[in-house]
């Protein structure tokens, strides 16, 4: 069990977390434990649940191959959704658009969006591997993502632009 995988339903009824290679809920009342997804060969980390709460996004790795996964929460599916070439770190899902992913990668080009469906993957905050950015998250229920431009400001911007703003 991955001690910072834990991300609990829209209803509060649920926990979902993430188990080596598994995807898995639990029912907080009857305690009955749910696989939702078993990537047999692969590593997930933590889950995000998607703003209309049907499904999780996780990072997943595979021989060592990075990638983004989306698990509906009902357990009738799951599917890979982007496989890029470069490191894919923590995933989240967007608080206000239900079909957005965030994902972090490395110093080349730190932050990345892409669709549930894999469409429209594009690099947020374009900046070269000179510029330091760490710790991107949504900011609240909104679309814009919040991160440190390391060591010179906390920025923001909004998903799917190019501008961004010091906080």
């Not at 696989?35 to 990072?59: E, I, P, W």
């Not at 079909?99 to 080349?108: M, R, T």
């Not at 591997?129 to 906390?154: M, N």
Request: glycine share 10%.
């Amino acid at each position: 069990f991955g001690g910072f995988s834990a991300c609990p339903a829209q209803d509060g009824r649920r926990v979902f977390y993430n188990l080596g290679g598994q995807v898995c809920s639990v029912d907080l009342e009857t305690l009955e434990e749910q696989v939702l997804a078993d990537f047999l060969d692969g590593r997930v980390g933590g889950c995000s649940l998607s703003a209309d709460g049907q499904r999780l996004v996780t990072s997943l790795s595979r021989g060592g191959r990075p990638a983004v996964a989306v698990v509906n929460t009902d357990g009738s599916g799951h599917q890979v959704v982007a496989e890029p070439s470069r490191v894919v770190g923590h995933v989240q899902a967007c608080p206000t658009d239900p079909d957005l992913i965030l994902y972090s990668s490395d110093i080349n080009q730190r932050m990345w969006e892409v669709r549930m469906d894999g469409s429209e993957e594009r690099p947020l905050f374009e900046h070269d591997k000179t510029v330091w950015i760490t710790h991107e998250t949504f900011l609240g229920k909104s679309d814009e993502v919040i991160f440190v431009h390391w060591p010179f400001a906390l920025k923001a911007i909004r998903v799917g632009t190019d501008e961004d703003r010091v906080v």
